[in-house]
């Protein structure tokens, strides 16, 4: 065991040496309202999103992307696999119609054969080697086999017993297909395209997998998981993934096929049986994914060596099938709007999300109702913001809650002031962050703004309903102005203490 350990480690360190790990993204089209090319192509030059993933070849998409520099995964659609893995010229006419007609104009430099056609279509299965050869052949035909790699993602599912990685194996119903794939991509130079949801490995462990353990959150020692194989601790299930990757193709005596993971990512909304896909869950899922990628972090056996990654996924797709989170895994919706803003700060410009300047000052989670009013009264009275914008009708007037308000209040309170410390405090109600609390079309004093950067991201609680203890102390800018001569005598009491 140690000696294939070791042979592992120094087979994927020399197919991996010098590449840098890169961030991409999958483009689905299942929109009620999909964005034309040039507008998902300008919202990929905003994001400062270099690498894509599309599900067919779109003719619209190849256009639009072409003098773009940007690196394009194409699609052969499963239902069109039997038709290509049977017939040679099938697969060089859709060669020449979707990859030679637009390249290099449009930088395509992978093919995806397919989609977890083992787990999804498994009557294909018998003809998907001979589709990705026959794609091959045709490359090579067209001088087109070193740019352009040829593979076919699949699901971490046909991994079984991936814990310890150390002792994982592909489901071996599957190695009279894996076997041939393993020697089509280790000879043609190509890569083992994997699709990994950490999501679903948490849903279905039954308690099991801890959520934290599932969204690469900072585990201290004794609660990672340790291959009592190897003894390396594990912090989180991606990684145990790639590596149980890894070990299950040296179970097959194939050690130099790096691995490109295709789809990963976390979704933002579920059905009540779904409490875990949150806007938050999929925030931090997503944001210490493009951390552990990009800062070259590796897995655990393979410390500071490339896992490229393409995130699952650009848009939400609202007529997906299936239930309410199939719909919700998107960074953004159809009009390019942000679904939440990823926590990036000292990631570069990737996804135009390097906060490092930008900072705000929102309502503190679990404070006191009754505080915050006092604290949002006081800002809006003496502490001289301007509070119009949240009155009934107003960009800023929904949700309409204390929180919310108070969030507003506070943030352009704390932007006058200049942004230091003491001017967001609101006598321990207020927090400073990084996450821009703008939503909808109520944009806050220091935002980025829309188109290239993103900003809406609602604070987690801003759209909780307000207690009866809040209803008890109506908002004074909406509910009566400043006339109020019991709301004035309130906030002269409150400037006592904020003052």
Same mark, same amino acid.
């Given at each position: 065991?140690?000696?294939?350990?070791?042979?592992?480690?120094?087979?994927?360190?020399?197919? $991996?040496?010098?590449?840098?790990?890169?961030?991409?993204?999958?483009?689905?089209?299942?929109?009620?309202?999909?964005?034309?090319?040039?507008?998902?192509?300008?919202?990929?030059?905003?994001?400062?999103?270099?690498?894509?993933?599309?599900?067919?070849?779109?003719?619209?998409?190849?256009?639009?992307?072409?003098?773009?520099?940007?690196?394009?995964?194409?699609?052969?659609?499963?239902?069109?696999?039997?038709?290509?893995?049977?017939?040679?010229?099938?697969?060089?006419?859709?060669?020449?119609?979707?990859?030679?007609?637009?390249?290099?104009?449009?930088?395509?430099?992978?093919?995806?054969?397919?989609?977890?056609?083992?787990?999804?279509?498994?009557?294909?299965?018998?003809?998907?080697?001979?589709?990705?050869?026959?794609?091959?052949?045709?490359?090579?035909?067209?001088?087109?086999?070193?740019?352009?790699?040829?593979?076919?993602?699949?699901?971490?599912?046909?991994?079984?017993?991936?814990?310890?990685?150390?002792?994982?194996?592909?489901?071996?119903?599957?190695?009279?297909?894996?076997?041939?794939?393993?020697?089509?991509?280790?000879?043609?130079?190509?890569?083992?395209?994997?699709?990994?949801?950490?999501?679903?490995?948490?849903?279905?462990?039954?308690?099991?997998?801890?959520?934290?353990?599932?969204?690469?959150?900072?585990?201290?020692?004794?609660?990672?998981?340790?291959?009592?194989? $190897?003894?390396?601790?594990?912090?989180?299930?991606?990684?145990?993934?790639?590596?149980?990757?890894?070990?299950?193709?040296?179970?097959?005596?194939?050690?130099?096929?790096?691995?490109?993971?295709?789809?990963?990512?976390?979704?933002?909304?579920?059905?009540?049986?779904?409490?875990?896909?949150?806007?938050?869950?999929?925030?931090?899922?997503?944001?210490?994914?493009?951390?552990?990628?990009?800062?070259?972090?590796?897995?655990?056996?393979?410390?500071?060596?490339?896992?490229?990654?393409?995130?699952?996924?650009?848009?939400?797709?609202?007529?997906?099938?299936?239930?309410?989170?199939?719909?919700?895994?998107?960074?953004?919706?159809?009009?390019?709007?942000?679904?939440?803003?990823?926590?990036?700060?000292?990631?570069?410009?990737?996804?135009?999300?390097?906060?490092?300047?930008?900072?705000?000052?929102?309502?503190?989670?679990?404070?006191?109702?009754?505080?915050?009013?006092?604290?949002?009264?006081?800002?809006?009275?003496?502490?001289?913001?301007?509070?119009?914008?949240?009155?009934?009708?107003?960009?800023?007037?929904?949700?309409?809650?204390?929180?919310?308000?108070?969030?507003?209040?506070?943030?352009?309170?704390?932007?006058?002031?200049?942004? $230091?410390?003491?001017?967001?405090?609101?006598?321990?109600?207020?927090?400073?962050?990084?996450?821009?609390?703008?939503?909808?079309?109520?944009?806050?004093?220091?935002?980025?703004?829309?188109?290239?950067?993103?900003?809406?991201?609602?604070?987690?609680?801003?759209?909780?309903? $307000?207690?009866?203890?809040?209803?008890?102390?109506?908002?004074?800018?909406?509910?009566?102005?400043?006339?109020?001569?019991?709301?004035?005598?309130?906030?002269?009491?409150?400037?006592?203490?904020?003052?």
């Amino acid at each position: 065991m140690a000696f294939l350990v070791l042979l592992l480690l120094l087979a994927v360190s020399q197919a $991996t040496a010098g590449e840098d790990p890169y961030i991409g993204v999958n483009i689905g089209t299942d929109l009620s309202d999909m964005p034309h090319p040039t507008q998902v192509v300008a919202l990929l030059k905003a994001q400062q999103l270099r690498y894509v993933r599309l599900y067919n070849a779109d003719r619209g998409m190849l256009v639009a992307l072409a003098n773009t520099g940007i690196r394009v995964m194409v699609s052969i659609p499963n239902e069109q696999l039997i038709g290509i893995g049977q017939s040679n010229s099938t697969a060089a006419n859709w060669v020449s119609r979707n990859i030679v007609a637009y390249y290099p104009a449009t930088n395509i430099t992978a093919i995806c054969v397919g989609s977890e056609v083992l787990t999804t279509l498994p009557n294909a299965a018998a003809v998907l080697v001979n589709a990705m050869n026959f794609i091959h052949s045709a490359l090579v035909a067209s001088n087109l086999d070193n740019q352009i790699k040829v593979s076919s993602p699949l699901s971490s599912s046909i991994i079984l017993d991936s814990f310890p990685p150390s002792q994982a194996f592909f489901n071996r119903s599957w190695n009279p297909v894996l076997v041939p794939m393993l020697k089509f991509l280790q000879s043609s130079g190509s890569f083992l395209m994997l699709n990994i949801y950490p999501y679903y490995d948490y849903m279905q462990s039954n308690g099991v997998i801890p959520l934290d353990y599932a969204l690469f959150k900072p585990l201290s020692p004794t609660k990672e998981a340790v291959d009592s194989n $190897t003894l390396v601790h594990y912090s989180n299930v991606f990684d145990a993934v790639v590596d149980a990757t890894y070990f299950a193709m040296a179970f097959l005596n194939f050690t130099n096929i790096p691995v490109i993971v295709t789809e990963t990512g976390w979704p933002s909304k579920g059905d009540s049986n779904e409490p875990d896909a949150t806007i938050e869950n999929a925030n931090t899922y997503n944001s210490n994914l493009i951390r552990h990628v990009i800062n070259k972090t590796g897995t655990p056996k393979r410390p500071g060596i490339a896992v490229s990654t393409y995130i699952y996924e650009l848009y939400n797709e609202d007529l997906k099938p299936g239930p309410i989170s199939e719909k919700n895994w998107g960074l953004f919706d159809a009009n390019g709007d942000p679904i939440y803003i990823l926590r990036l700060t000292g990631s570069g410009s990737l996804l135009a999300n390097d906060t490092t300047n930008q900072t705000y000052c929102t309502a503190k989670d679990g404070a006191d109702p009754k505080m915050l009013q006092a604290a949002l009264d006081w800002a809006c009275g003496p502490g001289k913001v301007d509070c119009s914008p949240l009155l009934q009708g107003k960009p800023c007037y929904e949700p309409d809650n204390v929180i919310a308000h108070a969030t507003y209040a506070f943030d352009t309170y704390y932007h006058r002031m200049g942004k $230091t410390s003491d001017a967001c405090d609101f006598n321990g109600v207020a927090d400073i962050t990084t996450t821009d609390p703008s939503h909808g079309s109520c944009i806050f004093p220091g935002s980025l703004g829309r188109n290239g950067t993103m900003v809406n991201m609602t604070a987690p609680s801003m759209n909780s309903t $307000t207690t009866s203890s809040d209803s008890a102390g109506q908002n004074f800018y909406v509910r009566g102005g400043l006339t109020s001569i019991l709301v004035l005598i309130k906030v002269m009491v409150w400037s006592l203490i904020f003052l």
